[in-house]
């Protein structure tokens, strides 16, 4: 699967967003997210972020493994002011702009 990592966040540009054909990119408050198993490996979105934040799971940098964590838990584990995970929604246009990180981007210092 694809990831979004650390260059997201706090820009959340959203032009990948646009480009994925299965609409799996879920927008939170300062990064986006893949979903694991919607995400159909197409790599449409990967050449369009402005900041290279995208990448195949495998291929993130050293030391961001966290991300590929949080692209999985953001939707295996209830968000915060959630009672339930969001699981597979199917689409982002669904459940629109979720305006909430897990706790690890909620967090994070770049
Ligand atoms: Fe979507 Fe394809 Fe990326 S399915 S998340 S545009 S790899
Ligand atoms: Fe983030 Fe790049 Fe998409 S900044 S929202 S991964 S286009």
Known sequence: ?????????????????????VDCIYTGDRMAYIHPTECVDCGACE???PVEAI???EDVAAGQEG???????????ALPGR?????SPG????????GVDTPFVAEYRK
């Open 83 to 87: 009672d339930t995970p969001l699981g």
């Open 47 to 49: 050449p369009v972020c």
């Open 1 to 21: 699967t694809f990831v979004i990592g650390a260059a997201c966040v706090d820009v959340l540009d959203r032009a990948c967003v646009e480009e994925c054909p």
């Open 55 to 57: 990448s195949l799971a």
């Open 91 to 98: 689409g982002a246009a669904v459940v629109g702009d979720l």
């Open 67 to 77: 991300f590929v964590t949080a692209n999985a838990a953001f939707f295996d584990v």
